[in-house]
């Protein structure tokens, strides 16, 4: 797990996100060379929950990063109860996503399970076949590793 200061905005507060990367991610890059291929090493949870839900990829791209776990969280009676504290209202959803997926959310990033990780990148790319890819984007966002 990487987390990163975003910045401070007066009428926000500080600013975080949170990445999930494999054993093999280098720290500071969010690509990398792996077997041959350049690749994203660094990954949000919203398509990781889709995979894990047995969404299809035609559904998960109409949903995009929206995910019955996290949405509670964007209603603005829960946002309003987080003013200026956008980093403590992250860590309650990325905490409410480790409840509920726990171990299967670990094993998809773990090296011992290719075969688990070939299935979310097939996955992504289908995904990515039916939303569209962003030509300026290098890698496109389905190549992970």
């Known amino acids: 797990m990487k987390?990163?200061?975003?910045?401070?905005?007066?009428?926000?507060?500080?600013?975080?996100?949170?990445y999930y990367g494999r054993?093999?991610?280098?720290?500071?890059?969010?690509?990398?060379?792996?077997?041959?291929?350049?690749?994203?090493?660094?990954?949000?949870?919203?398509?990781?929950?889709?995979?894990l839900n047995g969404v299809s990829p035609v559904e998960a791209a109409k949903l995009d990063y929206s995910t019955p776990i996290t949405s509670n969280y964007f209603i603005d009676?829960?946002?309003?109860?987080?003013?200026?504290?956008?980093?403590?209202?992250?860590?309650?959803?990325?905490?409410?996503?480790?409840k509920h997926y726990g171990a299967n959310f670990f094993e998809l990033f773990d090296l011992r399970r290719p075969d688990l990780w070939e299935s979310y990148r097939k996955f992504l790319k289908e995904m990515y076949d039916i939303q569209g890819r962003i030509p300026f984007i290098k890698p496109p966002?389905?190549?992970?590793?």
Do not use: Y
Not at 4 to 16: H, Q
Not at 37 to 50: D, N
Not at 79 to 94: A, D, G, I, S
Not at 141 to 145: E, F, I, L, N, T
């Open 3 to 18: 987390v990163v200061w975003g910045g401070w905005d007066p009428s926000a507060g500080n600013s975080i996100s949170i």
């Open 23 to 51: 054993l093999h991610v280098l720290d500071e890059n969010i690509k990398m060379i792996w077997n041959e291929e350049e690749c994203h090493c660094w990954h949000r949870f919203e398509h990781v929950i889709h995979f």
């Open 77 to 98: 009676e829960v946002r309003n109860k987080f003013h200026r504290r956008q980093p403590e209202w992250l860590m309650h959803m990325h905490m409410d996503v480790w």
């Open 141 to 145: 966002m389905d190549k992970v590793c």
